[in-house]
């Protein structure tokens, strides 16, 4: 561990203790970092001027640099302009080791900053429960065999909101990570998959927000090296699809198959399914016509996250082939923006261009926006409330397939336009989903 090192380093400063030019440098002290957010995209965490690791929602990064003191800084981009939320100092001892936590209560950017004693141990492992979850009460931890009544077991630790974490020691062995309410060991909040413990681990757990990015309403991330979420016991996640072959008839969707029962029955064109309920496990969707589960047109694989919302597309030329794809949503409102995302279904076309522009604007002078083909959904565009209108052109003859009407978007607002193949098989027709009217 750290002291070792710190040790060893002592003894052989006079040959490697000094850089190209001579100079000590200082030990080294471990610093992680995680963006838990949930209501802006990428946050980027600078020490001094150098961005040590620009962060998408629920990623984290474990880094590694000379103990001393520091001004960090947390910059988020509004329109693609970097703007600096915070700055904050820190003496960083290479005894220690340090967790930063960007979170945004009431869509105010602060950064939690805790410290941890330098951990060494040949029996036991280390934890570090950091509540991050603005709107979540306090909680207790607990880690027990799976099975364990938690009514008979004091809970390892407890923390509320801040940077206040949990931090307790167990031994080597297989455990569930338990949430409850303060004081209510018959409220079970969270119950986590089994959880592996080695001996000697410094393991960092964060408890977060997921903004409606999914199912559930707690996110618990180990983070450091490999962050990852731990996913909660028993949960699935949730699917729909929507069809748009060229030939407009119905069509049934076969889940694993399960040709006695499928999955989707008679699926209109061009009309978004409700929600399905799978399992986090890899699966198999395929499209046929309605009454012929042997006759698969178009098949696709997806292997869910657990507690996420996906949607499935199918698109294509029936006398030439059919396409599916399925993609992961997310649903999470952004700070002083607006969020939307396209889709693809309309297979009769090659690639096509999409504006995303204020009513009135001459094309000749933009950029389209989107540039891609069926069956495909565009990245979320992070959007300034406005009016916009969306445009697709065929970039080869530069002909317009489809204008919307002008459409609202507001700051916050989750919202999306599928392309369809028109009945005249000549042009293309737009729908809208999530926050639009219906």
């Known amino acids: 561990m750290k002291m070792k090192q710190l040790l060893l380093a002592a003894g052989l400063t006079a040959v490697l203790g000094c850089d190209s030019e001579g100079v000590v440098r200082p030990a080294p002290t471990d610093v992680r970092m995680f963006h838990a957010a949930p209501t802006y995209t990428a946050l980027a965490f600078f020490r001094e001027a150098v961005v040590e690791s620009a962060l998408q929602y629920g990623e984290g990064a474990s880094l590694s640099f000379d103990s001393g003191p520091y001004d960090f800084h947390l910059e988020s981009a509004l329109a693609g302009v970097p703007r600096r939320e915070l700055s904050f100092s820190g003496n960083l001892s290479p005894s220690h ?40 009460a306090a909680v207790d931890v607990y880690m027990v065999a799976a099975g364990t009544p938690l009514a008979g077991v004091a809970p390892q630790g407890s923390t509320g909101f801040g940077p206040m974490p949990a931090t307790f020691e167990v031994t080597p062995a297989t455990y ?101 309920p799978v399992t986090a496990e890899t699966h198999d969707l395929v499209l046929t016509p309605v009454g012929a589960p042997g006759t698969g047109e178009a098949n696709v694989e997806f292997a869910p996250v657990p507690g996420r919302y996906y949607t499935g597309l199918f698109a ?71 009016t916009y209108e969306v445009t697709v052109r065929n970039p080869d003859t530069l002909s317009i397939l489809a204008v ?35």
């Not at 960007?102 to 602060?110: D, R, S, T, Y």
């Not at 951990?119 to 934890?127: D, V």
């Open 176 to 276: 569930r990570l338990h949430l409850t309410p303060a004081g209510d060991p018959a409220t079970v909040l969270y119950e986590s998959v089994d959880i592996d413990v080695t001996v000697g681990s410094d393991n960092v757990i964060v408890i977060s927000d997921p903004g409606g990015l999914g199912t559930t309403s707690i996110d618990v991330t180990r983070v450091g090296g490999g962050t990852s979420r731990i996913p909660q016991l028993g949960l699935g996640s949730e699917v729909r699809v929507v069809q748009s072959v060229d030939d407009r008839l119905d069509r049934d969707l076969i889940l694993d198959g399960d040709t006695a029962m499928p999955f989707l029955q008679m699926l209109p064109f061009g009309q978004l399914s409700g929600y399905l």
């Open 97 to 136: 080791n340090y967790t930063f936590v960007a979170v945004a209560p009431g869509g105010q950017p602060q950064v939690l900053v805790m410290s941890t004693a330098d951990f060494s141990s040949s029996t036991t492992a280390q934890y570090t429960v950091v509540h991050a979850h603005p709107s979540l």
């Open 404 to 438: 919307s009407p002008p459409l609202a978007l507001d700051e916050g607002g989750i919202y999306g336009v599928l392309m369809l193949n028109a009945a005249n098989n000549s042009t293309v027709d737009l729908d809208y989903f999530y926050d639009f009217p219906p």
């Open 316 to 386: 294509g030329d029936s006398s030439s082939g059919v396409a599916g794809r399925v993609f992961a949503e997310d649903r999470r409102p952004i700070h002083e923006h607006a969020m939307l995302r396209v889709m693809n279904g309309a297979g009769l076309f090659g690639d096509l261009e999409i504006f995303v522009e204020p009513p009135g604007t001459d094309l000749s002078t933009v950029l389209p926006q989107l540039f891609f083909g069926a069956p495909n959904i565009s990245p979320r565009l992070a959007v300034v409330p406005g």
